[in-house]
């Protein structure tokens, strides 16, 4: 019953026009308290819904942000989600969460999905550096703002320091007296994963030590999978040569390798010390307490779609870049 009655069967039951039925439904502080006592009766009575999804493509806009992200299984993105929707929730506004998988179709079935759906924008951490497709859903009038991720001045963004945070993990090593660091994630494609490796290479030479410091074990994902392959490759090198530390381009690769040690009864960090990146709530509960480089994460989302809402609502709005810094986490499993 309630598919088939529409407005004018609303206004007819309630003896107004149809424009006081939809002043009453988008703008009832226009509609005296009798009147719209009436409409609101002969609403529940019929028992009528309106179609918001009509009302928002006639309007040209819709009241839900898209948000597409990497990995959804990597807790890092759930955390940034919420930040997000506790921005969009303020609005009321509410947030649809994709996963690409780290795959460009995917990614772009997302966008396309989007735009024809006439999203109220798009947050994107995207899978590769090649923003093109993007700056045609931004020229074709859908907002849209990177996270995790750094833009040109053409365009917002919300990224971390990744260089600094990767900076910050090797000269923890490097204090504690290691000389023979891995560099442990993957692929080198993914914007973060170069930025903390070229960090710690920063680290090394403003040591004054060598490349050799620094070893590098490149892995196809960013998962606890990789990590445990990982973990496997540097158990296995060489004695001489084995390094005694590994920094991790994410938590999940660095639990990985925390898993692998343990099942092989190393000692951390006496055999192996480890450091992960973006402090999980699973580092902190990890079975030796991860050593971590902390990035706000709930922040991240949250100022993304700040950003994103400011781009909607003001026609005098102005991109911005914003830029959060790393800390470090020291926990056991780099000092016993």
């Not at 703002?145 to 750094?150: C, E, G, S």
């Not at 993990?169 to 023979?180: D, F, Q, V």
């Not at 994630?185 to 680290?203: C, E, K, S, W």
């Not at 990146?277 to 922040?299: E, G, H, K, M, W």
Request: hydrophobic content about 45%.
């Amino acid at each position: 019953m309630a598919d088939s009655v529409s407005v004018v069967d609303v206004a007819r039951r309630a003896g107004v026009s149809v424009g006081t039925v939809s002043n009453v439904l988008n703008r009832p502080d226009r509609v005296s308290p009798p009147t719209r006592g009436r409409v609101l009766a002969a609403i529940e009575e019929l028992g009528f819904v309106r179609n918001e999804a009509a009302r928002q493509l006639r309007a040209g806009r819709g009241r839900t942000i898209g948000l597409i992200v990497l990995d959804v299984r990597n807790p890092f993105f759930t955390d940034l989600a919420a930040g997000v929707e506790a921005a969009a929730a303020d609005e009321g506004l509410s947030v649809v969460l994709c996963d690409s998988g780290d795959d460009p179709r995917r990614e772009e079935r997302y966008l396309s999905l989007l735009q024809e759906q006439r999203a109220y924008g798009i947050l994107i951490t995207p899978v590769s550096q090649d923003h093109s497709r993007i700056g045609e859903i931004r020229q074709h009038g859908t907002p849209v703002v990177l996270v995790d991720r750094a833009a040109s001045g053409r365009q917002c963004s919300v990224s971390v320091n990744d260089p600094v945070g990767g900076e910050l993990a090797a000269a923890h090593l490097l204090a504690l007296g290691h000389r023979r660091i891995a560099f442990i994630g993957g692929p080198l494609t993914t914007r973060q994963v170069a930025d903390r490796l070229a960090g710690a290479r920063h680290a090394v030479a403003a040591a004054g030590l060598g490349e050799e410091t620094l070893t590098l074990v490149e892995t196809s994902a960013l998962n606890v999978a990789a990590g445990r392959q990982a973990g496997e490759r540097v158990a296995e090198m060489a004695a001489p040569g084995r390094p005694t530390a590994v920094f991790c381009a994410n938590d999940l690769i660095a639990l990985g390798v925390l898993q692998e040690m343990t099942r092989r009864r190393l000692k951390i960090p006496e055999d192996l010390a480890i450091v992960g990146y973006d402090n999980i709530d699973f580092a902190a509960a990890a079975a030796v307490p991860l050593t971590s480089v902390a990035q706000p994460r709930a922040q991240l989302g949250q100022a993304a779609a700040e950003l994103l809402i400011d781009e909607v609502a003001h026609r005098t709005h102005r991109h911005r870049q914003v830029v959060f810094e790393p800390d470090l986490v020291v926990r056991e499993s780099t000092q016993p």
